[in-house]
Nanobody, 127 residues
Framework: QVQLEESGGGLVQAGGSLRLSCAAS????????MAWFRQAPGKEREFVGA????????YYADTVRGRFTISRDNAENALYLQMNSLKAEDSAVYFC????????????????????WGQGTQVTVSS
């Protein structure tokens, strides 16, 4: 079993930055594909980005590419999401997700591919 816990959310002005963290405990973290999703009120959960085990290439949604960066520290069992140039439309609850399975790139944006989820952290961007 894997437990995920997000932190780092908060209120920030448009154009500002936030760094989210996801602490993982339980089974081996380094072998998991990790991802960030977000969900705004009244909207479906949306893929933000994902990072395979081994800290190789990251994959991003078009809406955040160039502004957000995913990284991981396998020694610390941690996943990060650096968010820059934040916009009001980035406001949402951000979730950390993990899968022990090796999934293809085209499947990374599907929330159903991930079996482990955190409780989420709220990010609010004021315009």
């Amino acid at each position: 079993q894997v437990q995920l816990e997000e932190s780092g959310g908060g209120l920030v002005q448009a154009g500002g930055s936030l760094r989210l963290s996801c602490a993982a405990s339980g089974r081996s973290f380094s072998s998991f594909t990790m991802a960030w999703f977000r969900q705004a009120p009244g909207k479906e959960r949306e893929f933000v980005g994902a990072l395979r085990s081994g800290n190789s290439n990251a994959y991003y949604a078009d809406t955040v590419r160039g502004r957000f960066t995913i990284s991981r520290d396998n020694a610390e069992n941690a996943l990060y999401l650096q968010m820059n140039s934040l916009k009001a439309e980035d406001s949402a609850v951000y979730f950390c997700a993990a899968t022990a399975r090796r999934i293809i790139v085209s499947s990374m944006r599907r929330s159903s591919e991930y079996e482990y989820w955190g409780q989420g952290t709220q990010v609010t961007v004021s315009s």
